[in-house]
């Protein structure tokens, strides 16, 4: 009994010593207590040597927001002529060996405020990172405030992605859905042939279309990622206006039919659901392009301390491309408020004007890409980026 209840108050101890842990040591949102996560007293789920104990190193990536906060505080301090009289930590101490060094940069140089020295004294120890940031950390802030305008021009897309989605199920709910005479198919099942036909399409890009380009740019991945994310663009652009395009002809097939309010499901129109299948596929190609594209771009720019949560960029842009959606169907039904309450109010789609809204969407979809065409021009690569390689840098590596 005393042997269980031993083990009993130890399992115990450890337990709550693993709490202590994970909560003192990693709360880096609230309150950064790092003593816990290197043996602290009471809190120590190994004995540890104190004369070994050292100091998490936190990345440069989790002081970016100094360097806008610093800039603003030195706005008005002048600029030094020369771009090396900017702080920087010596790269020939041994403390730099494993800080990681960006060259300067002329973009954004109102930022580089944050790295003007206020007297010759300043040294690593005495700095405060709320007034003096080095240039690594200017640079980092530099290419994220740059990546903020790329990933504003693809919420756009998942906006149309989201009325695609819904939009499409109610359509394919009043048409046939039959594949043989016992079987037939959900609508909410159709973007299953899209992912079918790019199951082949993924294979041919990666293995044909990736070895071909990538000998006349020299870069890996043949095309840019910005280049990649433009494609997918300019292919929603289409798949919208492919989309109203089809709901023009599934409406003239129920006014042809005099089916306008015929019951969805019990009476369905003399038109395949695999007609809406064109504007999946077409999307699902756009959706290979951009959202890969971001992704990688996302991973392979943000500094090195914030690259395993890069991806929240992409989660970000679909949330707020779906969030946006349901503003602007309420916006449109506002603005085209009439007779019947607007292109898409009420419950009979057959009388509403889904492909004028369609169309909407493509037009947005185009205006949004030269937007983007403007930001993706003006945008720097970070030094040592794949995509600065040229076909002579990457024969000279060879």
């Known amino acids: 009994m005393a042997t269980r209840s031993s083990s009993s108050e130890a399992l115990t101890t450890t337990l709550s010593n693993s709490i202590q842990v994970l909560g003192r040591g990693f709360d880096v949102t609230l309150d950064i207590r790092l003593l816990y996560c290197k043996g602290a007293p009471g809190s120590r789920l190994v004995n540890l040597d104190e004369s070994e104990a050292k100091d998490i190193a936190v990345s440069d990536g989790l002081v970016v927001p100094n360097v806008y906060v610093a800039a603003i505080r030195n706005r008005n301090l002048t600029l030094p002529s020369d771009p090396s009289d900017l702080y920087e930590i010596d790269t020939d101490k041994e403390a730099s060996i494993e800080e990681e060094f960006l060259p300067h940069r002329p973009v954004f140089g109102f930022l580089d405020k944050a790295a003007v020295k206020r007297g010759q004294n300043d040294n690593r120890e005495s700095v405060n990172p709320w007034k003096l940031c080095r240039v690594t950390q200017v640079e980092n802030a530099k290419i994220l405030l740059g990546m903020v305008p790329i990933f504003l021009c693809t919420i756009i897309m998942t906006l149309c992605l989201a009325q695609l989605q819904t939009f499409s199920i109610q359509q394919g709910v009043t048409m046939d859905t039959s594949v043989t005479k016992h079987f037939k198919i959900p609508p909410a099942s159709l973007p299953i042939i899209p992912i079918m036909f790019l199951v082949i399409i993924i294979a041919v890009y990666d293995r044909i279309f990736v070895p071909l380009a990538s000998k006349f740019t020299g870069i ?42 015929a019951i969805p499901v019990l009476q369905p129109l003399p038109i395949s659901t695999f007609w809406l299948s064109f504007q999946y596929f077409i999307f699902g190609i756009a959706d290979m392009f951009t959202y890969v594209g971001l992704l990688e771009f996302f991973y392979s720019e943000a500094p090195k301390g914030l690259k395993s949560i890069s991806t929240c960029f992409l989660w ?44 909407l969407l493509s037009g947005m979809s185009f205006l949004n890409f030269f937007v983007y065409l403007f930001v993706s021009k003006r945008y720097k690569y970070r030094p040592g980026s794949p995509m600065l390689l040229t076909k002579e840098d990457k024969e000279d590596e060879l």
């Open 220 to 261: 890996p991945s043949g095309i840019t990622h910005l280049q990649r994310i433009g494609v997918g663009l300019v292919l929603s652009c289409v798949s919208m206006g492919v989309a109203g395009i089809m709901e023009v002809k599934r409406k003239d097939v129920a006014r042809d039919h005099n089916m306008l309010d």
């Open 316 to 359: 970000s842009s679909m949330a707020l491309g779906y969030f946006f959606s349901t503003v602007l169907v309420k916006s449109v039904n506002a603005a085209t408020h009439g007779s019947n309450g607007g292109w898409l109010a009420g419950n009979n789609i057959n009388r509403n004007h889904l492909n004028l809204f369609y169309w």
